[in-house]
């Protein structure tokens, strides 16, 4: 079965560094999504991207974080300036458009700020 | 908007027992519901979808669930449950094929040798 890949695995970073996480969607989809799950806490939608664009992001999705497609096989989550508290695991998803319901997920970068 | 409930933070049960993890939702408008499987240190894993047709819906791993449209329930159940079966089990929603998923907030399954 075809794969989101995600790198790197594990991050760690600075407080008011910049961050930016990598992910490979599937091939053929076209749409794209970044999640995230602090530790014991519930999966929360970040993001989502269609066409180059935004398509709908959550309260916590604020100017600190940016998303972009820069090649087409590359989706980028760049969080600027790193607070403790966006250490979390962020997964990214993918999904072809069409009758395809299914979210492919890839297996997560774990992001640690200090 | 829409939201899900899981209303067992924690479950445990010993090895060949059989397991209910419940699940239930809410939205105005017809959703697609799933379950996804997090092993330990590891991403989501999609268990099993209702989509329509059938209520009854099986999955990987011997897990089925059942979606209850009066009740607003799609609760997980496996009749035997094996120690690999041990994970952070999540209820999620779709309004529409191209919508994100909302997923509640967890639970976790312990099954003791």
């Known amino acids: 079965e075809p794969e989101v890949t995600q790198t790197p695995s594990h991050q760690v970073t600075q407080m008011g560094q910049e961050v930016i996480l990598r992910c490979v969607p599937i091939?053929?989809?076209?749409?794209f999504y970044w999640y995230r799950q602090i530790l014991g806490q519930k999966v929360e939608f970040l993001v989502s991207?269609?066409?180059?664009?935004?398509?709908?992001k959550s309260e916590i999705f604020d100017d600190q974080f940016s998303v972009e497609r820069p090649d087409g096989s590359n989706f980028t989550l760049k969080i600027r300036s790193t607070k403790l508290e966006d250490s979390a695991m962020y997964f990214c998803?993918?999904?072809?458009?069409?009758?395809?319901?299914?979210?492919?997920f890839g297996s997560g970068t774990q992001l640690s700020v200090l | 908007a829409q939201s899900v409930t899981q209303l067992d933070s924690q479950v445990p049960v010993f090895e060949e027992a059989p397991v209910e993890l419940r699940c239930n939702y809410s939205?105005?408008?017809?959703?697609?519901l799933f379950w996804y499987v997090q092993y330990p240190n590891q991403g989501l894993q999609l268990l099993l979808k209702?989509?329509?047709?059938?209520?009854l819906v099986k999955g990987i791993n011997g897990f089925e669930a059942e979606f209850n449209k009066s009740q607003t329930s799609f609760h997980l159940r496996k009749p035997s449950v094996h120690i690999s079966d041990t994970a952070e089990y999540f209820c999620?929603?779709?309004?529409?094929?191209?919508?994100?998923?909302?997923f509640g907030p967890g639970t976790s399954l312990s099954v003791i040798p």
């Open positions: 998803a993918s999904s072809v458009r069409a009758t395809n319901e299914k979210l492919f």
């Open positions: 091939s053929n989809h076209l749409y």
């Open positions: 991207f269609y066409n180059n664009e935004i398509s709908e």
């Open positions: 939205s105005s408008v017809s959703v697609y």
């Open positions: 209702y989509l329509s047709g059938s209520t």
């Open positions: 999620a929603v779709r309004r529409t094929s191209y919508d994100k998923v909302i």
